[in-house]
């Protein structure tokens, strides 16, 4: 009796690298509804924990209100972003070197790893000119990352203005860590990968967002504009990053409350479907 045909050689599938990093909404991503809304949605939705946006809304600037939020929806704090906004000039003072003091502090006490800053105004004259080395010193003195944001150009019509200062473009000042806003990318025209590779392993946090290249900073849910938010995700993923991965979307056109966490739970789906890498197979083709 002849013996049965070898079963076919089934090609081992490679097993998917997943980082450590954890997947946060930004307070901002409900916008017009309130800070309390974003952790209820962060926890509806399965998110890793927030952001808290500190800005004229009073729950986020205070610490107390901040700590029983997220103890009562059991979602964790990973950052807090300065308030360094136009709107915001005169939150938490409007000395911006008492604003990071505050930030911190904040981020201490909820147990926040991350501090988030703009580059100051042209007009901040002051703050700019010792805003690199004043970044230094504080960083220096706490276990708090000041992870410092890629800016943009404004633009109208044709013309242009620098409203950052030292650089809109952050990397070409020494930080210890960045943060790199895909939205921001778009807006300034400028390559989302060169820039990544520019900040290399100081990059240490993500506002994931996507965009068209409008002179509006537009905040599009991952996908629907031109930035590489799937490459970059994937890179985070070959590399082990271990920052946070935040969603920092514009929502403020949704129709209502259901069509504002329909987009993000897409968000949080397209960014957990990226942030996975299966290893390179020897010929050098992921997952081949």
Request: charged share 25%.
């Amino acid at each position: 009796m002849a013996n049965p045909p070898e079963p076919s050689a089934v090609p081992a599938v490679p097993a998917v690298r997943i980082p450590d990093a954890k997947v946060a909404l930004s307070t901002a991503s409900v916008y017009p509804e309130s800070t309390a809304t974003a952790f209820e949605i962060a926890a509806r939705l399965g998110y890793d924990g927030v952001e808290v946006m500190v800005w004229t809304d009073p729950v986020s600037q205070d610490v107390e209100a901040l700590r029983r939020l997220s103890d009562h929806h059991g979602v964790p704090i990973l950052a807090v972003h300065a308030p360094c906004l136009l709107i915001t000039q005169r939150v938490w003072s409007t000395d911006p070197w008492v604003k990071l003091q505050r930030a911190q502090a904040a981020a201490e006490k909820l147990g926040a790893s991350t501090v988030v800053v703009h580059p100051p105004f042209r007009w901040q004259r002051g703050y700019a000119r010792d805003f690199v080395t004043g970044i230094w010193r504080m960083a220096e003195e706490t276990d708090v990352r000041f992870a410092v944001e890629n800016m943009y150009p404004w633009r109208y019509k044709d013309r242009e203005m620098l409203a950052y200062a030292p650089e809109w473009d952050v990397t070409k000042d020494d930080y210890r860590h960045f943060t790199v806003d895909l939205s921001h990318t778009a807006t300034a025209r400028t390559d989302a990968m060169a820039m990544i590779d520019r900040m290399g392993d100081r990059l240490g946090h993500v506002h994931l967002a996507d965009g068209k290249g409008s002179a509006k900073d537009e905040h599009l849910v991952p996908g629907r504009g031109t930035q590489p938010c799937a490459e970059l995700l994937e890179r985070l993923a070959a590399t082990g990053f271990d920052g946070h991965v935040v969603v920092e979307v514009n929502t403020r056109r949704a129709m209502s409350s259901a069509e504002r966490e329909a987009d993000l739970a897409e968000a949080l789906a397209f960014t957990r479907l990226h942030l996975a890498s299966a290893p390179a197979s020897p010929t050098g083709v992921r997952g081949a």
